[in-house]
């Protein structure tokens, strides 16, 4: 007897969330406790989708690819980092494999930092607390980043590169979280930046005033009173700030490079910048820096984590941020795209704000003709730079030559 209708569309469903779920790196076994079904039965839907345990690669193509992480990340990965990073280029590879990688490459992971425990953080679900901060690691350079963090799950949320952090910018950052998500966070958890008032605003529109009351969060040293909108000292925004440290470890070649320009007397950064230069270094770098922050927050909501605490009601082993965070009980609020545009329209009402004007005074480009943009432009491809350090001067020497600069 051919099967139903109904059982067709329930086993195209279990198909569809199979391979999902093969796309963040989980195997047969943990795919079928979230699908209701048997390992042997997701292996054979494995067959019929075309999905592997791992892929098919050669260790030239793994070592190319383990090559320009290492590159575009920081030279001393590991295997824990390098594997979803590979996995988000669709490389299903096992350990083994990586380390022989780094091994051929010549290549030596850092040494693991100390992991820190306390009695236990009661983690309450997804999206019960988005972590919220900005990182100026790389700041004196003008270039400055805004990133979200799930409270529970660890999994990156939403993450821009930014130029300036006015109100503005952290306002339209959290409503693009929102709308990125489709869902307001329960609880938003920020430092106390004056920058985040409007979140706070925000917030009270999409929940409502009655709606703000504070959440009680059991601890092993007692509970705690969280509020809608949360703001509290950098050293209890912990998910944000571990965080920040990962992504540190990816801009630091950046951070000595640019310290190496200045003291060559190439670069003026920090608090009385040449806006000329960083025009030129942001023109240079800022799509170095996107695509490096992108491949390393993808990566990182697919790293594979160990559950380090001794709280008896979390599950032990390791767990895969994304997975947890869309399997985990949700406490978000949906929201539709008609009301994330309404709170964009507040924000800009808020801030009085135009689209037109640039967020930092040093994006306009100091040549104000076409003509001399041209000019500039082949100058810099006269110049055949090398590396990106080597096109920013020739850039720069290019600008302030037209401008009768020297």
Known sequence: ?????????????RRRNVAMLHSIGLGAAKIARHVGATPRAVRNDFKLLGLTSFTDATDA??????????????GALG???????????????????????LARLGAHRAAPRRLKRRAWYEGVGSFFAAHLDQNEHVGFGGIKYLAAIDGKSRCPLHWEIVTSLRGLEHARFFNALVRRWGCVP???????????????????????????????????????????????????????????????????????????????????????????DLFCLGSVYLPLIRRDLDVHFRAMALRRKRTSTRNP??????????????????????????????????????????????????????LETAADRATRDAMVASAAAQSPAEEYVAMRAATRYILGLG
């Open 1 to 13: 007897m051919p099967p139903s209708k109904e059982t067709i569309a329930l086993l195209a469903e």
């Open 61 to 74: 193509t793994i070592d190319a690819h383990v090559a320009h992480h290492l590159e575009i990340g920081h």
């Open 79 to 101: 295997r824990g980092l390098l594997r979803p990073r590979l996995l988000d280029e669709g490389l299903r590879v096992p350990r083994s494999r990586i380390t022989a990688s």
């Open 186 to 276: 329960a609880h938003v958890i920020v430092d106390k930046a004056p920058a985040w008032n409007c979140v706070k605003n925000c917030m009270r529109i999409y929940w409502g005033d009655d709606n703000m009351a504070p959440t009680r969060v059991d601890m092993a040293e007692g509970p705690i009173f969280v509020r809608r909108f949360q703001p509290t000292s950098s050293v209890h925004n912990t998910p944000i700030e571990r965080a920040h440290r990962d992504a540190n470890d990816v801009l630091h070649k950046y951070y000595d490079l640019w310290k190496q320009l200045e003291g060559l007397g190439l670069l003026v950064a920090g608090k009385r910048a040449d806006p000329l």
């Open 313 to 366: 009601n979390n599950q032990r082993g390791t767990f895969v941020p994304l997975d947890c965070l869309l399997s985990d009980e949700d406490h978000s609020l949906p929201v539709t795209d008609a009301e994330i545009d309404q709170v964009d329209a507040y924000i800009d009402a808020w801030h009085d704000a135009t689209d037109e004007e640039p967020a930092s005074p040093w994006e306009q480009d100091p």
